[in-house]
């Protein structure tokens, strides 16, 4: 059973709409990470949010923190095809610095 | 800047055969480094946690015998895959990260295939 649970696993979408992902958890973080990978590629950290309720934007991508430290959302807006990749969610519970990792969802932006 | 190297980036080894693993952080100094390793269309699963100058703390599950983990430096660590079976091909991708920060800087993977 993972920490983080990560929906929807798959998402295709068309150049220009948008979409979100969402990363859910029972537990309380003490930050939360969004990374994207592409194939055969570590992953890209895009994002830190650390304060509960904290948003934060990235051109066309909006992160969000919930005001209890469980869950994040990853919202991006009039998606590229360049958006095309795996995008993880990552949350920090404790002072030893590991990284919980959710399943990833699978963005395709279809051109 | 907080870029992480890693060396090589594939390799084929025959079974039975010993695989090192570098991961170096270029333009900072990393107080610990994690090890994970990742299959086909799964996510990161980690597997170990390297400070520097102290042994390596393993998940469980992981052979601390089989996968030998050393923090030599503030920029380097490696990670040694012993006797490697062909269960053992997998993505390797290490990450480091500076005193007082929550961020994590992933290295580009290691691809190990194991004949």
Known sequence: TQLLEQSPQF????EGENLTVYCNSSSVFSSLQ?????????????VTVVTGGEVKKLKRLTFQFGDARKDSSLHITAAQPGDT???????????DYKLSFGAGTTVTVRA | ?????????????KSGTSVKI????????????????QFPKQSL???ATSNEGSKATY??????????????????????VTSAHPEDSSFYICSARWSNRYEQYFGPG???TVT
Request: aromatic residues 10%; glycine residues 8%.
């Open chain 2, 1 to 13: 800047g907080a870029v992480v190297s890693q060396h090589p980036s594939w390799v084929i080894c």
């Open chain 2, 110 to 112: 290691t691809r190990l």
């Open chain 2, 45 to 47: 699963m980690l597997m």
């Open chain 1, 34 to 46: 969004w990374y994207r990978q592409e194939p055969g590629e570590g992953p890209v950290l895009l």
């Open chain 2, 59 to 80: 998940e469980q599950g992981v052979e601390k015998d089989k996968f030998l983990i050393n923090h030599a430096s503030l920029t380097l660590s490696t990670l040694t």
């Open chain 1, 85 to 95: 990749g795996l995008y993880l969610c990552a949350g920090e519970r404790g002072d």
């Open chain 2, 22 to 37: 570098e991961c170096r952080s270029l333009d900072f100094q990393a107080t610990t480094m994690f090890w994970y390793r």
């Open chain 1, 11 to 14: 998402l295709s979408i068309q």
